[in-house]
């Protein structure tokens, strides 16, 4: 293992968020909001946590040479893992110098939230925050969406060389994600700009609907991310407003797709997306679910309104699947047989290459499609069954992956929901907080319900939570491998 490698790429990237501390400074300055009593005012802890990641950034970067271009995979994993715990340790220093959160637990845990874009939170009252911080949650969501090491692809053209392994061990949906241009740097800057589209076209889209331009770029920032933070405690239904709602939709529906068609979509290659096997179930499972919900919604409603179920499942079908977590209802008072069915998208997520968060539409598919063989191998035990995907068979190796994936994905929510089980947390809350954080939804059942505040989980749970997050974002394969003594043998 190259450690100096990885210090060394983990000091640019704390370059890079210093870099990014700026803007919510610049809020801050914009606004002047009252500092939380008995902490410093929120210029003054963006201040410091500007000057300590730069600093620390420079040291790491400038004491240890990069190596990039013998970099393999582990190291390629452990760049990407070491990266983001250090952006969220980083990234929480404004939230704990400036009162947001006065324990650091919690200021990390409401920072590992928002660059993984789970979206579940600490805090309770919400409205109440000086702007800088409620900005600063909103832009780690935006940055994660997109992934900090695809940034930072897009931007030092140092990280071109040898940066594949950077690209593989972090983009949601791994193996699964195609490369639209041959070199990397270019698949980063087409995918970043396509990003920056869809979020300037939505902020001007929400603030003609009425909202104000803060409010307007923190939603999109949410939105874009698949991330679900909101300024308000209300989280959407703060505003109470079909057209913004529908807005929301479109973009959190968009934000559940892969990228790489995004492009083949500006290209104008619409057989392309249309004949893509993960766009049509992904667009059927968001149909079938909405219709699903609103049935259910109808039956239970005292007045029969079909039109007000039909907007809440919309927007609660499409923000859940999508693993976004935005509210206008709270589900926690939905039918049981309607809230099981909420947990069962919620684990599917969005397409691979997405900002989506969870196990993947794709997924979902190789795992039904092993299924089919098998029992067909039952009836005809001397043939031999490919598994496709399209016309495309999927390698061996692949399948094997998804079979693993899956047990690990199980095999974790299980152990997550035993040891918060162990700590006084109750079945429900501990089960959904633990589905919510490893698949990257935010809000869960219980006393994690649908505005997703997780203040009432012990210190030691949300440590537990913060890893679970992190797993989920890299997708188990990364983080695990750290623990392995092999990874570290040269």
């Not at 594949?164 to 800057?189: D, Y």
């Not at 902020?203 to 949410?222: K, Q």
């Not at 007000?308 to 919309?314: C, E």
Request: glycine share 10%; charged share 10%; hydrophobic share 50%.
């Amino acid at each position: 293992m190259n450690i100096q490698s990885i210090l060394s790429v983990v000091g640019v990237l704390l370059v890079l968020l210093s870099g990014l501390l700026l803007a919510p400074l610049g809020v801050a300055l914009y606004f002047g909001d009252t500092p939380i009593e008995g902490f410093m005012s929120e210029t003054s802890a963006f201040g410091w946590a500007f000057g300590l990641s730069l600093t620390s950034g420079l040291i790491l970067w400038k004491l240890f040479p990069s190596g990039l271009a013998k970099l393999r995979d582990r190291e390629g994993f452990a760049i990407v893992t070491f990266s983001w715990l250090s952006m969220s340790a980083f990234g929480a220093l404004p939230l704990y110098l400036g009162g947001a959160c006065p324990e650091f637990i919690d200021a990390f845990f409401e920072s590992t939230s928002g660059f993984t874009t789970t979206g579940a939170s600490i805090l309770q009252d919400i409205d109440t925050l000086p702007h800088g911080i409620l900005f600063w949650r909103n832009l780690m969501q935006w940055i994660g969406g997109m992934g900090i090491i695809l940034l930072s692809l897009a931007i030092f053209p140092m990280l071109g060389i040898g940066s594949f392994h950077l690209f593989k061990a972090e983009i949601p949906g791994g193996s699964t994600v195609e490369q639209t241009q041959p070199r990397l740097a270019e698949t980063a800057k087409i995918l970043w700009k396509t990003y920056l589209a869809l979020t300037l076209i939505e902020i001007l889209a929400l603030r003609f609907a009425g909202l104000s331009w803060f409010d307007s770029v923190c939603h999109t920032f949410s939105t874009v991310a698949t991330g679900g933070f909101s300024p308000h405690n209300g989280s959407v239904s703060a505003f109470n407003n079909v057209y913004i709602e529908s807005i929301i939709i479109l973009f959190m529906f968009l934000g559940g797709i892969n990228f790489a068609l995004h492009f083949q979509l500006v290209r104008r290659n619409f057989s392309v997306v249309l004949k893509n096997p993960e766009f049509r179930t992904y667009c059927i499972l968001i149909l079938a679910g909405v219709l699903f919900a609103t049935w259910g919604l109808t039956r239970v409603s005292e007045t029969g309104d079909a039109g007000q179920a039909f907007r809440s499942a919309a927007f609660t079908v499409v923000s859940i699947n999508t693993t976004t977590g935005f509210v206008t209802d709270d589900f926690n008072l939905w039918p049981e047989y309607l809230k099981l069915f909420l947990v069962a998208i919620m684990m599917i997520g969005g397409c691979s290459g997405s900002t989506s968060g969870s196990f993947k539409v794709i997924r979902i598919i190789i795992l039904l499609k092993i299924i089919i063989r098998e029992l067909k191998n039952l009836v005809y035990p001397r043939a031999i069954f490919h598994v496709k995907v399209g016309d495309k068979t999927v390698d061996a190796d692949d399948l094997s992956n998804v079979a693993a994936l899956t047990f690990m994905f199980m095999g974790f929510t299980a152990l997550g929901g035993i040891l918060l089980s162990a700590m006084g947390v109750d079945f429900t809350t501990a089960l959904s907080a633990t589905v919510a954080s490893l698949f990257n939804i935010g809000p869960g059942l219980g006393d994690v319900g649908a505005m997703g505040n997780y203040s009432s989980i012990p210190a030691m749970g949300k440590g537990i939570l913060i890893l679970f997050m992190l797993l989920g974002r890299l997708e188990i394969y990364g983080v695990i491998l750290l623990f392995l003594p092999m990874t570290w043998r040269k």
